[in-house]
């Protein structure tokens, strides 16, 4: 079966109820963005960062079959690649760091090595250090911050891909980047609206 | 649950909460919900803290990460109003949107009160360089001074957190003035242009609005509509390293999704066709109240999908479906399909076309195209145009620095507006690579100005803008031959159009050898090859067009096979070996061109009627004249199906349809069909045209075929007065020889003289001597001579004029016959009659040799025969050969000749005793004629002998 034709079918399952399928789902639209984001390389040739928006479109197209899914099945798509995109950050972060260090015993392949990745890996880290942190804490918030910020969705979208109410979507948004900006920015700045 | 997590679920519901109420609100939820633990109060209260600026620090993050950034920037200000902000009090607040809140706001000094808008942007600067950066963009945008741009007064930097103060402005959005006023579609266009002036100004600014939209637009009371927000858009942009950066990647992430271009979705870099976008959905919303889409998007994704795949709908389908609105609140009536359809839907298109580099260049661009349609003349829209070369040229070479100082220099002398200085202090900010590719927008805007086929007052400056424009492009660009190629081919490309196929081909050539020399890809080479092959056609050496078309060909088949570029091509190829007569070779490569165009899905089109079109004139050539009026009228049908009658094709079409009409003396057709080709060239090329006095000239020439001597004159002046403004040396030939056969019917014989001399000049130069059209000029300049009163002079025009008839056609041809005869009416002149007499019998006997029996042109000689014996009192004889004349005439086809032989016949009968037979031949004449023209037409006048033959 073609990739394409899986991941309609994936998402045609997955829609059905089978929750299972999500990881497979996860599995396959990780290796095209990270396929694609090498290959892109070019195309964001002198630009500081990674269009991930962009990225994540270009996989739908490219994955599904647009004409045969209805909105749920998208959104559940979106929400899968926004945590893929998420991935595929973290590990061009982890790499660019070890790479800085000069710490790793294996050489890099050269593809990894000028992977577009090249925003501030220290944010990155932290970012991500800080969604796991959220995670444990509620993990629909961390959905709903992977949506939002890694794949551009706006409330409405999320709601979708996630399953909840938009006001879920906006009341999650607020408490858990509050939380975030806490975590990330030390020290606290002064108390008080 | 662990407890952690249920803890922070009574936090987050509290913070999240209290967030959205104003401050004793929330205070109030606070302790009504945590009263009794204060650990919880404390927590929801500093996260309350960071609630005010996690979007932006997240905002900032994602775009330092490169993810994408949450695209609407939730309310930060909150409920309440700031007192005052920088140097101004705030009254009230005027609106928020996602970009932050408007307040209205007065400046706080006694000495210049001012009313402003104030906007205070939701995002963060990060740091002093953003600062610095948004200080520096500010500037440049305050320099912004346009009746339809509400001015940047000020601006500044407050906690970290930009404010502007603009201009403020009294006035509603456009879409909610239309809804209410529901003005007429020109009204409408009239807004809209105005629109278009203000971003065309900032555009020649090097300034892109970047987010257009009916609420970024006001119109004031006075009707007058002012921009709000221009390249506010940019200045928000935390990314950009400085002004005029062309945008790339996240940051040009568009602020209003649903007005966005393709390539503010996918992050493709930002330019003034981006703006042109946002201008055609505004135009849309105009005119159907709806965005271009099939449905309403209800998400984001939705509408990014219509977007970027499905494109947008026609603006009469739009109309049509009455499908909900942009703005429930304030519905826009639409206007009815039939007034947006065709052109107005065709530029729509145009400026929504999902490349950037297909739509319009700029707003001046799109506000011309307007114009055009209001004015009712033929809009750029609906064909390929320069743009689309340019375009793809800036494209591929943005990067090129070397091309910006010829471009500046030649789109700097066109754009009036643009300010040197001002644009030598952009340029000093600027970053080379968007640099070239602005300027060479405005290099495109300049240049486009010579572009349309009608001859315009202007053409003079355009090709001399071209000519220094490409012998700077010669001179600088030598150590940058891809670059010099492009531009060389765009000018070449112009010269062509604007008909100057001799300069077209020398720079196409040049352009060709450099693009070999860089090995440019196949497909471009194939685009030159027959860009030269078109320039060779013009100029009228179609065997030099065959070998590079010949090639084009080939890289075609190789490159595309079986496509319609292929089909394009071999109809190009077909046509010079048309032109070169060789109808064996052009014959087999017409046939595959019309079976690759038919093996399309789609219906017929303007392609295939193209080569219809020249399948027809090479049946004419080959003598198979049913053959050939078939094929003309199927593509005229095809023409007229598609409404693509402004076409050159279909104006030629219309000429040869003429003619054939003409050649079976169906005047009357002929006329009418010679009327639509005048109406049709005239309304493509303008009333001045070349095509427009080809019109005139057939109409003013079947006026003489069909003896309607009155009909001649004027048509054939105007012709005439046309084609010397052009400068075609045949066309005008063609014009002054008809013009001194009018002349020679009205006795002005010396008029006649010169006009015919005038016309074997022209004919001798364009045609060589040895030519059957320059004889035949010879000999109408014979006949003025002769009537003229100088028949020596005639006689030796006439005899040099027969004997290369004679040469080239042989002796019994019915050309050479009828030399011989004007040369018998010589000798008669002369006195010399015997000379006479035998050369007009012999040329009468001979005549049957070539002509059938009964064939109208026997009437000619015959009557001349009849006329010499009448004059020298032998009117018995003269009975024989016009009673053989008489029966071949009719007034139907042609009045003048009938109406003549009739009287000398009934002059003969008269010289032979017989006035009774006379006179019946004259009331069955007048009984013709009246039935035809009424009792009183000159010709009955003039058969009854009241008028002379030079006044009928």
């Not at chain 2, 009934?906 to 009424?934: F, K, L, Q, V, Y």
Request: proline share 5%.
């Amino acid at each position: 079966m073609s990739e394409s034709g899986e991941v309609t079918r994936l998402l045609e399952t997955i829609r059905s109820g089978d929750r299972r399928q999500l990881d497979r789902l996860f599995d396959v639209v990780y290796g095209e963005l990270r396929r694609l984001a090498r290959s892109n390389r070019r195309r964001w040739q002198g630009n500081r960062t990674l269009n991930t928006t962009a990225l994540i479109h270009e996989v739908y197209l490219k994955l599904a079959s647009p004409e045969r899914l209805d909105w749920q099945s998208r959104a559940h798509f979106f929400g899968t690649a926004a945590r893929a995109m998420r991935q595929v950050l973290i590990n061009y972060a982890e790499r660019a760091r070890a790479a800085k260090r000069g710490s790793g015993e294996e050489d890099l392949p050269l593809e990894e090595e000028d992977a577009p990745f090249s925003g501030s890996t220290e944010d990155a880290l932290a970012l991500h250090e800080a969604l796991g942190k959220l995670e444990q804490l509620s993990e629909r918030q961390c959905r709903v911050v992977e949506c939002r910020f890694f794949a551009g969705m706006d409330v409405a979208e999320t709601a979708e891909a996630l399953d909840v109410s938009a006001v879920t979507v906006k009341r999650d948004w607020r408490a858990a980047s509050a939380w975030l900006h806490r975590e990330l920015s030390a020290p606290l700045p002064p108390p008080g609206r | 649950m662990s407890d952690a997590a249920q803890r922070w679920q009574r936090v987050s519901d509290l913070v999240a909460r209290a967030a959205e109420l104003p401050r004793d609100e929330a205070e109030a939820l606070i302790a009504a919900e945590a009263g009794d633990d204060p650990g919880l109060q404390e927590e929801v209260r500093a996260l309350l803290g960071h609630a005010d600026e996690a979007d932006a620090f997240l905002g900032s993050l994602a775009e330092r990460m490169g993810a994408g950034r949450p695209l609407e920037l939730p309310d930060t200000d909150g409920a309440e109003i700031p007192e005052r902000i920088g140097p101004y009090r705030v009254i009230s607040e005027l609106g928020r949107g996602g970009m932050g809140v408007v307040y209205l706001a007065e400046r706080d000094d006694p000495r210049f009160r001012q009313t402003v808008a104030i906007k205070r942007l939701a995002a963060h600067l990060g740091g002093d360089a953003g600062e610095r950066r948004f200080v520096a963009e500010r500037q440049i945008l305050a320099r912004l001074e346009h009746p339809g741009i509400a001015r940047l007064l000020d601006g500044g930097v407050e906690q970290g957190r930009p404010y502007l103060a603009m201009e403020y402005v009294e006035g509603e959005p456009l879409d909610r003035h239309v809804a209410q006023r529901n003005p007429g579609l020109e009204a409408r266009l009239g807004l809209f242009l105005q629109v278009c002036e203000a971003v065309g100004y900032a555009h020649r600014n090097l300034i892109v609005h970047r987010d257009l939209k009916p609420n970024n637009v006001h119109v004031t009371a006075d009707g007058t509509v002012k921009l709000l927000d221009f390249g506010i858009a940019k200045l928000l942009d935390p990314e950009a390293p400085d002004f005029l950066r062309t945008q790339e990647g996240p940051e040009s992430t568009p602020l209003t999704p649903a007005f966005a271009g393709p390539e503010q979705i996918t992050g493709e870099p930002i330019s003034t066709a981006t703006d042109v976008y946002a201008l055609g959905i505004l135009l849309c919303i105009l005119t159907t109240g709806r965005l271009p889409y099939r449905v309403r998007p209800s998400s984001r994704a939705e509408l990014e999908r219509h977007v970027l795949r499905d494109g947008a709908l026609p603006l009469s389908r739009l109309s049509n479906e009455g499908a909900e609105g942009v703005d429930p609140d304030h519905p826009i009536e639409p206007l009815p399909a039939r007034l947006l359809r065709g052109d107005l839907e065709a530029i729509a298109a145009r400026g929504l076309r999902k490349e950037p580099e297909h739509r319009y260049a700029s707003a001046l661009e799109l506000a011309a195209d307007i114009r055009r349609f209001l004015e009712c003349r033929p809009v750029h829209a609906r064909r390929g145009t320069l743009r689309y070369r340019t375009g793809r040229f800036l494209r591929r070479h943005r990067v090129a620095v070397g091309v910006t100082a010829a471009l500046a220099a030649v789109g700097i002398a066109g754009a009036g507006a643009f300010q040197w200085n001002q644009w030598r202090h952009a340029q000093r900010l600027a970053d080379e690579r968007a640099r070239a590719e602005r300027v060479a927008d405005l290099l495109v805007d300049v240049l486009r100005i010579s572009e349309p086929g009608a001859r315009a007052p202007e053409d003079i400056e355009a090709h001399e803008l071209l000519r220094w424009g490409s012998e700077r492009v010669r001179r600088e660009l030598g150590n940058e031959p891809e670059v010099q190629a492009e531009l060389l081919q765009s000018i070449g490309r112009i010269y062509l159009q604007l008909g100057r196929s001799e300069e077209a081909a020398a720079t196409l050539e040049t352009a060709l050898s450099q693009k070999r020399e860089t090995r440019a890809p196949p497909l471009e080479i194939a685009d030159l090859l027959e860009q030269l092959g078109e320039a060779r056609l013009k100029q009228g050496q179609p065997r030099e067009a065959v070998a590079p078309l010949q090639e084009a060909l080939e890289l075609r088949r190789r490159e595309q096979p079986a496509s319609s570029h292929v089909a394009a091509t071999l109809l190009q190829l077909g046509t010079a070996w048309e032109m070169a007569a060789d109808y064996d070779a052009a014959e087999p490569l017409l046939d595959e061109a019309l079976t690759l165009f038919r093996s399309r899905e789609a219906p017929d089109d303007v392609s295939t009627a193209a080569v219809l079109f020249r399948q027809a004139s090479l049946r004419h050539h080959r003598n198979d004249f049913n053959g050939a009026l078939d094929l003309w009228n199927q593509a005229a049908a095809i023409y007229r199906e598609t409404g693509d009658t402004a076409s050159d094709e279909y104006v030629a079409i219309l000429g040869m349809l003429g003619t054939y009409h003409a050649a079976m003396r169906n005047w009357d057709e002929a006329i009418a069909t010679y009327e639509e080709k005048r109406r049709v060239a005239e309304g493509r090329f303008g009333a001045e045209s070349p095509q427009a006095a080809s019109a005139l000239y057939q109409l003013a020439s079947t006026a003489n075929l069909a003896g309607r001597i009155d009909d001649i004159g004027p048509t054939a002046e105007k012709a005439l007065a046309i084609q010397r403004e052009h400068g075609d040396p045949f066309a005008i030939a063609q014009s002054e020889q008809l013009l001194g056969r009018y002349h020679l019917m009205r006795g002005r014989n010396d008029q006649a003289v010169a006009l015919s001399r005038s016309a074997l000049d022209g004919f001798a130069q364009v045609r060589g001597e040895e030519d059957p059209v320059t004889t035949n000029a010879r000999r109408q300049l014979a006949r003025a001579l002769r009537l003229a009163g100088r028949p020596e002079d005639a006689l030796a025009q006439i005899e040099q004029s027969r004997r290369v008839l004679e040469r080239i056609y042989g002796a019994d041809n019915v050309m050479t016959l009828d030399a011989q005869v004007e040369k018998a009416r010589t000798f008669a002149t002369l006195g010399r009659d015997a000379s006479a007499e035998r050369l007009i019998r012999d040329a009468v006997e001979r005549y049957p040799n070539t002509l059938r029996e009964g064939h109208p042109r026997l009437a000619g000689p015959l009557m001349v025969w009849g006329r010499f014996l009448l004059d020298r009192e032998r009117g018995a004889e003269a009975l024989d050969p016009l009673s053989r004349a008489f029966p071949l005439t009719s007034p139907t086809s042609n009045l003048r000749v009938y109406t003549r032989c009739a009287r000398m016949l009934a002059e003969a009968h008269e010289a032979d005793g017989n006035p009774a037979e006379a006179e019946r031949i004259r009331s069955e004449a007048r009984r013709r004629i009246g039935e035809i023209h009424g009792s009183g037409h000159d010709a009955i006048a003039y058969l009854d002998g009241r008028l002379s033959g030079n006044d009928f």
